[in-house]
Nanobody, 127 residues
Framework: QVQLVESGGGSVQAGGSLVLSCTAS????????MGWFRQAPGKEREGVAV????????RYAASVKDRFTISRGNVKNTVNLHMDRLTPEDTAMYYC????????????????????WGQGTQVSVSS
């Protein structure tokens, strides 16, 4: 069973930066698509960014493109999300997701149906 553990959330002022990390463990041999989703209070969960861990092909939501960067971490089976120029609208619980998908199907829409999810890490941005 794949387990995902997120870290790196916290509180920051608008314009600041944070880095989230997600480490996968357990039966991870077939997991090759990982990503981040977020859910703000009273809103639906939305995709943020996903990456095919082999080809490192990344895709982003329009709301975070050019501000956020998803990357494969130096630690094996880790994916990071670098978040720059944060705004209060980025405040949410951020969740890591993982799935077995070919790189050309590793996208936000497909990952909404991912089998594996972390517990979430809170990001709060104040104005």
């Amino acid at each position: 069973q794949v387990q995902l553990v997120e870290s790196g959330g916290g509180s920051v002022q608008a314009g600041g930066s944070l880095v989230l990390s997600c480490t996968a463990s357990g039966g991870i041999g077939d997991v090759n698509c990982m990503g981040w989703f977020r859910q703000a209070p009273g809103k639906e969960r939305e995709g943020v960014a996903v990456i095919s861990t082999g080809e490192q092909f990344a895709r982003y939501a329009a709301s975070v493109k050019d501000r956020f960067t998803i990357s494969r971490g130096n630690v094996k089976n880790t994916v990071n999300l670098h978040m720059d120029r944060l705004t209060p609208e980025d405040t949410a619980m951020y969740y890591c997701a993982a799935e077995e998908l070919p790189w050309f199907k590793c996208d936000i829409e497909s990952m909404t149906r991912a089998d594996y999810w972390g517990q979430g890490t809170q990001v709060s941005v104040s104005s």
